[in-house]
Nanobody, 115 residues
Framework: QVQPVESGGGLVQPGGSLRLSCAAS????????MAWYRQAPGKQRELVAR???????SVADPLMGRFTISRDNDKNTAYLQMNSLKPEDTAVYYC?????????WGQGTQVTASS
């Protein structure tokens, strides 16, 4: 069964940085769109960033300049670099592998930005 596995979450002070990783096995990783979503307590899940199989990236407008998505097809891994973290970035971050209308979701990793 395919399930992306997220790692790298944790507690960080406001202004700090974290890099999340998403490892996905059992698929032809390079053929999949990889994306990061997040869900804060009491809020709807929202798209954070996406990277296509060709490497084209998009980041949610409010997060541009602070968040960067990338991928390493040799390692079957996608990354989310998060800088200048704010308390409002606190959420569970989920990774997805998407292709042809189907998506595999990871279990999520908690990110907390707090002093």
């Amino acid at each position: 069964q395919v399930q992306p596995v997220e790692s790298g979450g944790g507690l960080v002070q406001p202004g700090g940085s974290l890099r999340l990783s998403c490892a996905a096995s059992g698929i032809i990783f390079s053929a999949y769109v990889m994306a990061w979503y997040r869900q804060a307590p009491g809020k709807q899940r929202e798209l954070v960033a996406r990277i296509t199989s060709a490497g084209y990236t998009s980041v949610a407008d409010p997060l541009m300049g602070r968040f960067t998505i990338s991928r390493d097809n040799d390692k079957n891994t996608a990354y989310l670099q998060m800088n200048s973290l704010k308390p409002e970035d606190t959420a569970v971050y989920y990774c997805t592998a998407e292709r042809s209308g189907s998506a595999y979701w990871g279990q999520g990793t908690q990110v907390t930005a707090s002093s």
